[in-house]
């Protein structure tokens, strides 16, 4: 049996097979005005879901870093609320807590607001006033946050006790050491997840069209509804997310190959 080179075994024929599909499909961008037209519809809700998907994840981020830090605390309370919070989260499907949050957290927090503003004087708002965007939002913060405070846990645990007591040594506080020490250490560790968590949540940016949030997926549904030609745009439907998704994961395989090498030297 011939032993199969490494070179062989590297090569990305994956990546080649979908660069040719990719590529007749845009041919058929470029010539077929059908497809031609699609794109153009599609394209203006590529800045919605973009939209969506970064201040989401930034807001997933920032909440899941401190639930983390949470769910790590010295003190008991802190340590179980977020553990129920982190547990409740995941065990809830994406797409109910997306319902959940646009259809009764929104108008619970409509009217919370509106009852601190009476006391206040202020004038009272509409849930019409909440967008269905930023309820979009808000789910998918809550959703990603619960899954990246567990990225972060495992990132913060893998930092080296020993690091950590040095820096104590050192004289460093709290804060100065998991600056300087701790985070940058853990970030190594916590990028790779970090980034499928990106791209996934740009795949999952799609169920904003359930509210009828105008992204990529929802004027999809519109156009095909409206030419009834479901197979030519479900292909660049699933084109646009293939360009987005795979230069995404490429890009963060890249940088992660380069912090890699910074750490090596």
Not at 71 to 83: F, K, M, N, P, T
Not at 205 to 217: F, K, P, Q, R
Not at 250 to 257: C, F, H
């Amino acid at each position: 049996m011939r032993r199969v080179r490494k070179s062989e075994q590297d090569f990305p024929w994956w990546l080649l097979t979908l660069v040719g599909i990719g590529s007749y499909l845009f041919w058929r961008v470029l010539s077929d005005d059908l497809y031609a037209q699609v794109l153009q519809t599609l394209s203006k809700g590529i800045g919605i879901t973009l939209f969506v998907t970064i201040i989401g994840f930034g807001m997933a981020a920032s909440l899941g870093l401190l639930l983390a830090l949470a769910a790590g605390s010295r003190l008991l309370v802190i340590r179980q609320v977020a553990r129920f919070y982190i547990e409740v989260v995941r065990g809830v499907p994406i797409i109910v807590l997306l319902l959940y949050v646009a259809f009764a957290l929104a108008p619970a927090l409509v009217e919370l607001w509106n009852w601190i503003a009476a006391q206040l004087g202020l004038n009272p708002v509409r849930n019409r006033d909440f967008s269905l965007l930023w309820r979009a939002i808000i789910a998918l913060t809550i959703a990603y946050s619960a899954f990246l405070a567990e990225v972060f846990r495992a990132g913060l645990a893998a930092v080296d006790q020993g690091q950590i007591e040095a820096a104590e040594a050192l004289g460093l506080n709290r804060w100065h050491r998991f600056r300087f020490v701790i985070f940058p250490q853990a970030f190594r560790v916590i990028l790779p997840p970090l980034g499928n968590d990106f791209v996934a949540m740009v795949k999952d940016s799609s169920l904003v069209s359930v509210l009828g949030v105008a992204d990529i997926t929802q004027l999809g549904k519109v156009t095909a509804a409206g030419n009834f030609r479901y197979f030519e745009t479900y292909n660049v439907v699933a084109l646009v997310y293939l360009t987005m998704t795979i230069t995404l994961s490429l890009g963060l395989r890249k940088l992660e190959t380069r912090m890699r090498r910074g750490h090596d030297r």
